[in-house]
């Protein structure tokens, strides 16, 4: 469970999602403080997060993805951060899985104003990772890279830049009200 702060605010079930989801944003008091500088946040794998406020928003992949979807004529953004490229049906629906967490951070962002069309998104991770479940080793990274071009494509959502792929992890810092990024690999 992400330990928040004073400034943030956890959220949970979203369409029969397993409770206790872990959906952080800002507070609404947050959100209004405009001469406050940029706040921070980190989302853990299996989480998102969406703000109308500046934020650096950072999250570690590995073999895990995040999209990062802005819109700039609102200057509001979000992140997700799943492991799996799809839940199939079996087991609890969490933001862990791909098709999950992409609709989720679309829907989340739409309650905020936003509409699909005008969203530009930034997909990074996917590295090579060791081999699970009997799975070859990169197999679930190229899925997960795989399943976010495909969903984000399938909502007219444009992708804007990526990085993915290789056998590095990455250290993402994403902005909210700008869009931008900064990559390091670790």
Partial sequence: M???EPHLATRG???GMTPGTNIISLTAAAA?????PPF???VHAGQLFTSAAPTVVSTILGSCVAVCLWDPSRRT???????LPRWTGQGEASLRFGNIAIATLIADLVTRGCRPRDLRARVYGGAAGVA????SPGEFSAQNVAVARRLLRAAGIRV???????????????????????VRTV
Avoid at 32 to 36: E, F, G, I, P, T
Avoid at 160 to 182: H, L, N
């Fill in 13 to 15: 079930t979203i369409d």
């Fill in 132 to 135: 699970a479940g009997g799975a």
């Fill in 32 to 36: 209004k403080r405009a001469d406050s």
């Fill in 40 to 42: 921070s946040a980190f």
């Fill in 160 to 182: 804007a830049s990526e990085d993915v792929g290789g056998d590095r992890s990455r250290k993402v810092m994403f902005r909210t009200d700008d869009g931008s990024v900064t």
């Fill in 2 to 4: 992400l330990r928040t």
């Fill in 77 to 83: 953004g979000g992140v997700n951060h799943y492991l």
